[in-house]
């Protein structure tokens, strides 16, 4: 039903005149012995709601004159409440007579032939609900909706029917028949007027792709409408991020094929001319900050191609720094002005204040475990504070990472006076304990099995807690840890572990290692990109020796594998009591996965506060990212250079001396050979021959003992592999070098006449090298990295490792 309003204004002199003439009539009708009033309504046909009820919906009452137009506007606000199926109205003399039909009552709601989506899913999108009132209104928009449903997951040839079986007692049940039908995949993406870029580049920018058979994991083969919109905004900002400023999508459409069983994508574009930057420029209006103070900040430089995400980075970034150097209210903006002949983008990043404005009072929502001082104390502002965009995206990255939270915003409105602004930080909480089990394998411990049982909101406080332990095939360990992100009410992170560790190294060494023991730790930032740790770690260490008795490959002679004597001299308990430390300066975009900037580590470790160790340890060390979006277009392809020192020294000739305290080289920090296997070791083993003590090599059996000075270095070129979008894989090709020296040992036997002579070789800082190809693999199982890597430069009987392999995942 619908219903027409039509709206008039009359004058009073109309109005007044009207009124006599009902007034006339009216008295002509009494007259005659009629009147024209409604002087009763009679309802009929209503069971299960009540006459009151029906009456309260009525437009016409008693007292009213009978008015046709009035009569009908009763009969469709009826009709509109939905609770009826027929309604008629008749005038019985005075008496106006309400005939109804009640619609049903819904009984129950049944979805039959859905396999796909869920009933608790299907049961979301209807508005028909048990014991509610039942409309065949209801039910056809009931399912249009399950078609939209249906239409979002590719299923565009799905049916919905509603089916009403009519019980007693004025009841119905509603079952939709549903008939799923498979789904409608994208069988082709076309693109027409691209000339600067092939099919294959621009299919790669967009979230929309052609189905195959690896896609069983994904969706993006899937048509969806709105995913098209959010294609079309994908290209425009790919091709403004490589200068084509006149850039235009002039059609996308998705054809659905006769079978109704595939979509065709189609992108109509004009791509223009390819624009670069001419002039750069900077004008200022804000007081204290001159042009000069402002250019240095410039990151472009004249004659690179137009880059609209660079510009806007750029340009945003000039505005952080300002604000974080004491110009809390400066903005800036960006003005271009094109040159088509020259096909050059002169830019200009003009600074201005904006408005002023102060938190008045800030708001906390939606916390209901979470403490507010909590969430308050991520904030980078307080009450009468400056309020600037850069606090409002601070204050929202800073609460995400906390990881409590499945949303957050930084909303602002009006304080009590313009420059005044309530701030309110809204956070939807979410579980924050975890139960983990997982699983994986890694080339230096095999198999790999672990469980964890953590809190991260302990109690609301944003104290972390949490046990964990792993058993792998050459390593076992159990960890007991506490973290205070906010010691002391104060930016400083504090914590303790407890620890129990038991390594099998006799994969590559001829010793075991057992530890236990306790760290305590604490770290504060001097701001957002310098930060300290600190820790003291008091730790039971065994060293022992494992059980070697094998048959030597000779005629008729057995030999019986003794350790080498500096592994033996290690062989005991000791007590570590070490104080570290560590001072970094990150620049880095990303610290989970950086593309630009640099980070810088400097490490000390100092043993014998306490103890029989007695050493002191330092390491320094650096990373340094370049993405290459300026040569290859894409953010795909980067470059990764990575390099490190380090040097330790026994203080004392009192202390302990032992070989698990020393650099090692090989593994992670030297790709291609086995973890420790390059620098100094023992390079000849014991043997008993016929009873007879006789020095011989046994390739791939010497001991790895260590050294005290080490350097690594490392170029790394990050790129992605054809297809790698669509499954998780990037490549990446790399060059290793790294050396190790220097003896560090008990004792040293190195004269033949000694009865422990052991000889020891690869003590050099010759530099090893390798190069080899890697790939990583955001599998459904876990991360994946592989890494293929041959030597290129080698010490003699070096301990080569080709291939490392490693995966994992948490469930």
Request: net charge positive.
């Amino acid at each position: 039903m619908a219903s027409i309003c039509i709206f008039s204004s009359v004058s009073e002199d109309a109005l007044a005149r009207r009124d006599a003439s009902d007034a006339e009539a009216n008295r002509a009708a009494r007259a005659h012995g009629r009147s024209d009033m409604v002087e009763v309504i009679t309802v009929k046909g209503n069971h299960r709601i009540e006459t009151g009820t029906i009456l309260s919906y009525m437009v016409v009452q008693p007292g009213d004159r009978f008015s046709a137009d009035e009569i009908d506007r009763t009969l469709k606000t009826l009709y509109a409440t939905g609770l009826f199926s027929d309604v008629t109205i008749n005038r019985a003399g005075n008496e106006l007579v309400v005939n109804v039909v009640e619609n049903p009552i819904v009984n129950r709601i049944a979805f039959e032939g859905n396999s796909a989506v869920k009933d608790a899913d299907l049961q979301k999108e209807v508005a028909l609900r048990p014991r509610a009132v039942f409309s065949s209104q209801a039910a056809a928009a009931d399912r249009q909706k399950l078609l939209d449903l249906y239409a979002s997951k590719a299923r565009y040839g799905a049916t919905v029917i509603p089916q009403i079986i009519k019980l007693s007692h004025n009841r119905v049940d509603v079952i939709y028949k549903i008939n799923e039908s498979r789904q409608t995949l994208v069988y082709k993406v076309v693109f027409v007027g691209n000339k600067a870029f092939s099919q294959a580049r621009l299919a790669s920018v967009i979230s929309s792709k052609e189905t195959e058979w690896y896609r069983f994991f994904s969706s993006s083969d899937e048509y969806n409408p709105e995913r098209m919109k959010y294609d079309a905004e994908l290209m425009r900002r790919f091709y403004l991020h490589n200068g084509y400023v006149d850039f235009r999508l002039e059609n996308a459409t998705g054809e659905l094929s006769a079978d109704r069983k595939n979509f065709i994508i189609t992108f109509t574009v004009h791509e223009g001319p390819r624009y670069h930057i001419g002039k750069m420029d900077v004008s200022s209006s804000l007081k204290h900050v001159k042009k000069e103070d402002v250019t240095k900040y410039i990151e472009l430089f004249p004659h690179q191609w137009y880059d609209g995400t660079a510009i806007t980075k750029n340009a945003a970034s000039m505005q952080e720094k300002l604000q974080a150097n004491g110009h809390p209210f400066a903005m800036v903006r960006t003005d271009i002005a094109r040159n088509p002949e020259k096909k050059t983008v002169d830019l200009l990043f003009e600074v201005m204040e904006g408005p002023k404005v102060y938190v008045e009072r800030i708001d906390i929502n939606g916390n209901t475990v979470t403490k507010d001082d909590v969430i308050r104390r991520q904030l980078p502002m307080a009450e009468g504070d400056p309020y600037t965009p850069f606090d409002k995206k601070y204050s929202k990255a800073s609460l995400q990472d906390l990881g409590f939270f499945k949303s957050v915003s930084v909303d602002q409105s009006q304080g009590s006076a313009p420059d005044k602004s309530n701030i309110g930080v809204n956070v939807v909480e979410k579980p924050t304990g975890e139960f983990s089990l997982g699983g994986g394998y890694a080339t230096d411990v095999g198999p790999i099995g672990n469980g964890s049982v953590k809190q991260h909101n302990l109690l609301g406080t944003g104290m972390d807690a949490g046990v964990s332990g792993s058993i792998a095939y050459w390593q076992k360990q159990a960890n007991v840890s506490f973290t205070d992100p906010y010691f002391l009410g104060r930016n400083i992170v504090a914590g303790a572990d407890i620890f129990w560790i038991q390594n099998t190294n006799q994969t590559y060494q001829s010793y075991n290692q057992d530890q236990i023991g306790m760290t305590f730790r604490f770290g504060y930032a001097f701001n957002n990109y310098l930060s300290q740790s600190w820790s003291y770690s008091l730790i039971d260490r065994h060293v022992s020796v494992g059980s070697y008795l094998s048959k030597y490959a000779t005629k008729n002679n057995d030999y019986a594998y003794v350790p080498s004597i500096y592994v033996k001299e290690s062989i005991g308990w000791s007590l570590l009591s070490q104080l570290s430390t560590t001072l970094s300066y990150d620049r880095r975009d990303n610290r989970m996965t950086p593309r630009r900037g640099f980070v810088l580590r400097l490490t000390g470790d100092f043993a014998g506060l306490g103890g029989n160790v007695k050493y002191a340890r330092g390491k320094a060390d650096g990373e340094y990212y370049v993405p290459l979006d300026s040569l290859t277009g894409t953010h795909d392809w980067g470059l990764q250079f990575k390099a490190g020192a380090g040097y330790m020294g026994d203080w004392s000739k009192s202390g302990d001396v032992s070989i698990i305290d020393n650099f090692y080289l090989g593994g992670a920090n030297l790709r291609g050979f086995l973890q420790g296997g390059a620098g100094p070791r023992s390079a000849h083993e014991l043997y008993y021959v016929n009873g007879q003590k006789q020095y011989r090599p046994i390739a791939g059996q010497e001991d790895l003992i260590g050294g005290r000075f080490i350097y690594t270095a490392s170029a790394q070129l990050n790129f992605p592999l054809p297809a790698g979008d669509a499954i998780g894989i990037s490549g990446r090709y790399f060059i290793d070098a790294g050396s190790l020296s220097g003896l560090r040992l008990r004792h040293r036997h190195t004269n033949p006449s000694d009865s422990d002579y052991t000889p020891i070789s690869g003590n050099s800082m010759t530099p090893r090298v390798s190069t080899g190809f890697g790939i990583t693999w955001k599998s459904p199982f876990g991360m994946v990295n592989i890494d293929a890597a041959v030597p290129i430069r080698k010490s003699r009987n070096d301990r080569l490792y080709p291939l490392r392999f490693g995966f994992g995942q948490q469930f």
